[in-house]
């Protein structure tokens, strides 16, 4: 299979399943615009991670990785009237662009917006602890993905879903020993060891090509 088809068949299901959104079609539109790169989720993703949401009965949500904020957008929306998100990103040109796209998705009063290191951010939420999230997503550089889920599980409950982007990397998580493949690896076997956490990884192709993300659930005893 090639990924032609792969794509072909993404754009199949997604003009049968998701409906046209120009508020979605817009935060993207400004998100090349404004030169930043184009690696964010696909739509067939971002309407997981929103059925994802709704399913967990989602009121706090955690991301991890705001890039121009087309994630969050489809994770706020699946919030009740008195939820909310927060998102963390490093590079203040991005925060600057997700913070438009969510003036113009009216979500602005829903979302926080942490500018800076998000291992920073998250150490200094950990005293006091800070009330916990019910799903969190994980999206940022690739090689901290471990202190990643080590500060989101500080951040959990038991039932928290904490889901993790790009894990497989059109398998090089098991052939490559570069910084991205590497983090993935030690995440995954830390998480392997860890007895409050229950996980599998979903493999995906579509139109971003091979890749997969990693669903843990926190377990009861945390």
């Not at 963390?88 to 438009?100: F, G, K, M, W």
Request: charged share 20%; no cysteine.
């Amino acid at each position: 299979m090639s990924e032609d088809t792969w794509s072909a068949v993404e754009s199949y299901f997604e003009g049968k399943l998701i409906a046209a959104d120009p508020v979605l079609d817009a935060a993207l539109a400004a998100t090349e615009a404004a030169g930043l790169p184009s690696i964010q989720i696909s739509a067939s993703q971002g309407k997981l991670l929103h059925l994802l949401a709704l399913t967990q009965g989602a009121q706090r949500i955690l991301e991890i990785g705001t890039l121009g904020g087309y994630s969050a957008i489809w994770l706020a929306r699946a919030l009740p009237s008195d939820g909310h998100l927060v998102t963390l990103e490093r590079d203040p040109r991005h925060a600057e662009v997700a913070r438009q796209n969510f003036e113009l998705a009216g979500l602005a009063d829903r979302i926080s917006l942490h500018v800076g290191p998000a291992l920073e951010t998250l150490a200094q939420w950990r005293a006091p602890p800070m009330m916990p999230f019910d799903l969190i997503f994980i999206d940022a550089d690739k090689p901290n993905n471990l202190g990643y889920v080590q500060a989101a599980l500080t951040l959990s409950r038991p039932g928290t879903l904490i889901i993790v982007d790009n894990v497989v990397r059109e398998g090089a998580v098991v052939a490559s020993h570069r910084a991205a493949a590497a983090g993935a690896r030690r995440m995954t076997e830390w998480i392997g060891r860890e007895p409050r956490l229950s996980a599998t990884v979903l493999q995906t192709v579509g139109a971003k090509g091979y890749d997969g993300f990693l669903l843990a659930r926190v377990q009861a005893g945390t």
